[in-house]
């Protein structure tokens, strides 16, 4: 598992807001297909720091705090 992927995060997101997080994360790092998101889930390649900035407010916003790993 890469050190940034977002993994440990979505696991915890509610089924009721998977679509919706899923679209937000697209929206902020400029995804257009789900296999570039999955990938970026994986972290591949690592989010840059106001990627992984985003990543972490949208997580935030639902109240998961234990993001990557």
């Known amino acids: 598992m890469a050190k940034y992927a977002f993994t440990k995060a979505w696991d ?3 089924r009721g807001k998977l679509a919706e997080i899923k679209q937000a994360i697209k929206t902020a790092l400029n995804i257009k297909s789900d296999p570039q998101f999955y ?3 994986k972290g591949v390649p690592e989010p840059t720091m106001s990627e ?3 990543i972490t407010a949208i997580f ?3 109240g998961i705090t234990e993001i990557w790993g």
């Open 39 to 41: 990938n970026r889930m």
């Open 12 to 14: 915890q997101v509610p």
């Open 52 to 54: 992984a900035d985003a």
């Open 60 to 62: 935030n916003e639902i």
